[in-house]
């Protein structure tokens, strides 16, 4: 099996950027917490105690016009701020901004791949997220992190992708390979040829404590090669821990299957000289489109809400609701009703989003989408039940496997769903137990007449 990673550099700007696309192009730095240390632990608490925590905001990502300015990764917002004072725009990283863009990758990607891992955050002060998927068979390397590159320039991200046998290998590839300062690109290692690749490579691609680094270094050992030829330690190590084995391109290529456990949201800022209100609804139905066919499941129901100057409109879409020029020609269900596709193309979404907010669009700075419903890919929603299944549909459970998606609603959750889902097979059972109680009654009357004459 053949592992690809998505490395996506400077996330916490990019999740910023996806959201504003007017801050590409512009001086931006993002400031958050540091990273905590076990020295630092008598400022800023653990996590979760309640406590709230005392430390300076730095530099979590820049751009590349703040880069140009001298803003650097780790840096004080102050200092930061003060080299060019009126030119740098200084943005707070947003977590649950982060969060959201992580599960948009990861549904995106699995229209393409069968598994794939969220990964996590890496590099110096973890700056850049990499997720892993599974290369399918029987695919090219190349064409494949071509595929990936046009997936996630949808959802409004660039990412380098590095496809190699393991994990770490394609990490290597991804994030150090290519050429300097490339942002998009894709790097494919032969097959076998992960250990030949990793060997002219830094060793401080290894997490080894610096201590031992230098140790290393000073023996000559500076390359991933040479410290894959060093003898085997001793005593023995979790394969976690095995750095040598990393080394050798032996890192191994589990992956942690991603379920999707959250709706659908997208949301864009509008209304600019760099985005307008139709241009952000066509942005916004590619992302859901994309998403969509990586759940392999369609939109039930929606809810866009549109920010304007003056308040915010929540307008709620469903199939039945949305304009036949996007689901074509109503189908006839049983009873006479009209019945409407779910929406799972861009096109459909993107009519279906137009079509309400026919009057807001001139004026709209923002807009928001929520897939509050979500259905089988390819399934009729009819009249008489359009209103149960949309509802049913507003509450999107994951399961592990390949097990079909568990939905539930809140308007028939409950004791009272669980009765009328139980009444059914009460009836059934209740039915046959009356008939074998009556089959029993003539068995009993009919076996005394057949044995009477030998009494």
């Not at 979590?60 to 701020?81: E, F, H, P, Y």
């Not at 393991?166 to 250990?195: K, L, Q």
């Not at 994309?290 to 879409?317: M, N, Q, Y």
Request: proline share 7%; hydrophobic share 50%; net charge positive.
């Amino acid at each position: 099996m053949r592992i690809a990673c998505v490395h996506v550099p400077q996330f916490a700007l990019q999740s910023l950027t996806r959201l504003d696309p007017s801050l590409r192009g512009v001086a931006v730095a993002v400031v958050g917490a540091p990273p905590l240390v076990p020295g630092d632990l008598l400022l800023r608490p653990l996590a979760g105690s309640g406590a709230r925590a005392l430390h300076t905001p730095v530099v979590q990502a820049c751009s590349r016009a703040a880069w140009a300015l001298g803003v650097r990764i780790g840096m004080s917002a102050v200092a930061a701020n003060a080299l060019a004072p009126g030119q740098l725009r200084v943005l707070t990283a947003d977590a649950v901004l982060e969060r959201e863009t992580v599960r948009a990758i990861a549904d995106a990607v699995l229209g393409l791949a069968a598994a794939v891992d969220t990964g996590g955050r890496g590099g110096a002060g973890s700056v850049h997220l990499a997720l892993y998927c599974e290369v399918p068979s029987k695919t090219r390397g190349a064409s494949f992190g071509d595929r990936l590159v046009e997936v996630l320039a949808a959802l409004g991200l660039t990412a380098r992708i590095g496809i190699a046998d393991d994990r770490f290998t394609s990490w290597v590839a991804a994030a150090h390979a290519g050429m300097p300062g490339e942002e998009v690109g894709v790097i494919a290692v032969p097959r076998g040829g992960s250990a030949a690749f990793l060997a002219p490579r830094p060793l401080a691609l290894l997490s080894i404590s610096p201590e031992v680094q230098h140790m290393l270094e000073a023996l000559g050992v500076r390359t991933l090669g040479e410290f894959a030829a060093l003898p085997a330690p001793s005593v023995a190590r979790p394969v976690e821990a095995d750095y040598q084995a990393l080394a050798r391109g032996d890192s191994g290529h589990a992956l942690r299957p991603y379920a999707p456990e959250a709706p659908i949201r997208e949301e864009l800022v509008c209304g600019t000289t760099v985005l307008s209100g139709p241009a952000a609804v066509a942005a916004l139905a590619q992302r859901i489109a994309a998403r969509l066919h990586g759940r392999g499941r369609g939109a039930a129901r929606l809810e866009v809400t549109a920010v304007r100057p003056d308040g915010e409109r929540v307008v709620p879409i469903t199939p039945l609701m949305a304009p036949m020029a996007a689901l074509g020609a109503a189908l006839p269900a049983q009873g006479g009703q009209a019945g409407g596709h779910v929406l799972e193309t861009a096109e459909e979404l993107a009519e279906a989003i137009g079509h309400a907010l026919a009057d807001d669009l001139a004026s709209v700075t923002r807009l928001r989408v929520l897939v509050s419903g979500e259905a089988v890919a390819g399934d009729i929603v009819t009249a008489p039940e359009a209103a149960a299944t949309v509802d049913a549909l507003s509450v999107v459970l994951s399961t592990t496997g390949a097990a079909a998606w568990q939905l539930t609603s809140p308007s028939v959750s409950g004791p009272s769903l669980l009765r009328s889902e139980r009444r059914d097979a009460h009836r059934r059972t209740q039915r046959g137990k009356h008939q074998r109680r009556a089959r029993g009654a003539v068995e009993a009357g009919v076996q005394p007449r057949l044995f009477a004459d030998r009494r």
